[in-house]
């Protein structure tokens, strides 16, 4: 017996272990001779992958990368693995995500004919030259609490996001409540009306008014999506030299699909408010770059130069680092709870209390930084934390899936939320 992925299933293969769905129920059992609407069943109910009598565990990315041209596939590697310099590959998750690079690069290669190859995490070419001593003497510690508290540069937010943010702590209120509220600010009334009739949802018809999108997606959810997207292009003016700004909301977005994708396959009710929580997992690197833009500049250059972790870099340059900073942004802006500690410890899951949505956006972040779907400024891929990967419970078989599924929303949802930026 071995398990084979849901997408080498056939039918008349003959199941040796019960398949169940993601809350335990059985949906076939041990001995079964598997029909096709057996396999339309496992599509429906997420099924990954099944324990098959006479078959031995099959890995089809594994498979793959047998079959690649030997010198492409060493650079492909050679590449990939620089990236994960901080990573365990020894554990099936982070092995998973290697193979995908690796994949992932040596397409890219073999497309440019092996010319142009994928950006290294040290390669400076595209990188302003920084000295390593430039920006890194002195002392820039700050106290974060009383700092978010009390700077008066920190963009306020608009009335219209604390009336969203009731309606999210009061989630009986009328869809038509929402709806004035929204409807206020046009553009916003827009880009909704793009993301709710994109891949992003899937609905089979069109949703053309927010009072439908209100009864199909619900007032908390709907108004949980509002949010994101009124603050995902809230900063602005963040100097080119530490982040490009169309890069950073790209790496934001994806971070927030796989969350709420994640989200899904944990059976976890509001999904929107994971989107929420990947989406703004970052943001207080934002408010570094624009506040601190020395000692930002001095933990840039110490993680390039050491090799070593953005996130790491700022703790020892600054006394706290961007997830700290950003969560105490959520409690300013009175945003809830939740969020704050999803932001707080999104590098350290394994902290919280109850840290299930920090689990969910910490491996989002990780899956994210891997496959370079944008960049907040890191340059190697996080490590993944084990307890958090065995606390959400997934098998690494869900990787290839979820990227897939992944980049359909993207494409859609990073085009409807940038092009009205100048992009």
Sequence with gaps: ????????????????????????????????????????????????????????????????????????????????????????????????????????????????????????????????????????????????????????????????????????????????????????????????????????????????????????????????????IKLVTFFENIPSEFVDMRSFLDHSITCGILSRMIGFYKSIQNTERLFLGGLLHDIGRLVLYSHFPVGAKAALVEAECNQGLLYKAEGAIFGCDHAEVGSLLMKRWKLPVSLEVAVRYHHEPQRCNDPLEASIVHLADVITNAVEKGSSGERFIPPLSKAAWEFIGLSARILPIVLEQMEIQREAVVHDLLRDNGD
């Excluded at 030997?70 to 990573?87: D, G, Q």
């Design 1 to 228: 017996m071995g398990l084979i992925s849901l997408d080498q299933l056939e039918k008349d293969m003959v199941l040796a272990n019960h398949v169940k769905d993601l809350c335990g129920r059985l949906l076939a059992a041990k001995g079964l001779k598997l029909t096709e609407g057996h396999l339309r069943l496992f599509r429906t109910w997420g099924i990954l992958e099944a324990d098959i009598e006479g078959e031995s565990s099959r890995d089809p990315d594994e498979d793959a990368l047998v079959n690649l041209d030997p010198a492409l596939l060493k650079t492909a590697e050679e590449l990939v693995r620089r990236r994960f310099l901080h990573s365990d590959l020894e554990h099936p998750a982070n092995y998973k995500l290697f193979q995908l690079c690796v994949l992932q690069t040596a397409e890219r290669l073999c497309r440019d004919n092996g010319l142009s190859q994928p950006r290294a995490c040290l390669d400076n070419d595209e990188e302003p030259e920084w000295d390593k001593n430039d920006g890194a003497q002195g002392s820039h510690r700050i106290d974060p609490v009383r700092f978010v508290q009390n700077i008066v540069s920190l963009p306020a937010l608009p009335v219209i996001m604390f009336e969203m943010m009731e309606i999210i702590k009061n989630p009986s209120r009328l869809p038509k409540q929402i709806v004035d509220v929204i409807g206020k600010d046009v553009s916003l009334s827009a880009k909704i009306l793009k993301v709710v009739n994109s891949a992003f949802y899937g609905f089979p018809s069109q949703i053309d008014t927010l009072y439908r999108a209100v009864l199909v997606l619900g007032t908390n959810q709907l108004s949980t999506l509002a949010t994101g």
